[in-house]
């Protein structure tokens, strides 16, 4: 069972929808991380969060400690969120532990 | 715009050549890591630097080596190339266990 998984592993939707990609992980952590990729470019650090919620423009990223489980939602998605969304995790030497990735395309 | 940076953005090597990419860090951060990303792939932790001495490293043969400096900047070293080490290298900063900040990535082409 690998240390972070993340579904859907791949998400196609209309552009306005509301998007919703689950991670969960099993090791103890002190922060989860959500990075963003777009095709052939450098990851983006969108999140990094311990508790509770963060918000960024349309973005939001909830973290509930306790069930070892992270969502990062896109509210009135927009092809340009075509991206590949990755969740991870630091372990005991805070190197990142990573989710193989969500691939989510946006069609106008 | 993280303000890591890294260079150069691509390069072709030769088989048996070495290669040397470097990254600067954004400015306060004290922590490098480095990645290795294959087409298609997920990124592969290669090492992470701190304070200037390895603190940890990934499932990676030694002729991958690195170094941080003083102002803590970085380079990644890989002798020997192979096909395979053909990539996107990926450098992040951070002050040790914060937010990692990530470069755009050297695009690495083995030939």
């Known amino acids: 069972k690998n240390e972070v998984e993340q579904s859907p592993q791949n998400l196609t939707a209309q552009e306005g929808e509301f998007i919703t990609i689950n991670c969960s992980y099993s090791v103890g952590i002190s922060a989860l991380h959500w990075l963003q990729q777009h095709p052939g470019g450098g990851i983006v650090s969108l999140f990094m969060l311990s508790s509770g919620k963060k918000k960024h423009g349309r973005l939001i990223a909830t973290i509930n400690i306790q069930e070892k489980h992270s969502s990062l939602h896109i509210t009135a998605s927009h092809p340009r969120d075509s991206a590949v969304y990755i969740c991870?995790?630091?372990?005991?030497?805070?190197?990142?532990?990573w989710g193989a990735g969500t691939k989510l395309i946006i069609k106008p | 715009e993280t303000g890591v940076t890294q260079s150069p953005t691509h390069l072709i090597k030769t088989r048996g050549q070495q290669v040397t990419l470097r990254c600067s860090s954004q400015s306060g951060h004290n922590t490098v890591s480095w990645y290795q990303q294959a087409l298609g792939q997920g990124p592969q932790f290669i090492f992470q630097y701190y304070r200037e001495e390895e603190n940890g490293r990934g499932n990676f043969p030694p002729r991958f080596s690195g170094l941080q400096f003083p102002n803590y900047s970085s380079e990644l070293n890989v002798n020997a190339l192979e096909l395979d080490d053909s990539a996107l290298y990926l450098c992040?900063?951070?002050?040790?266990?914060?937010?990692?900040?990530f470069g755009p990535g050297t695009r690495l082409t083995v030939t």
């Open positions: 992040a900063s951070s002050f040790r266990t914060s937010e990692q900040y």
């Open positions: 991870a995790v630091p372990d005991s030497n805070y190197q990142l532990i």
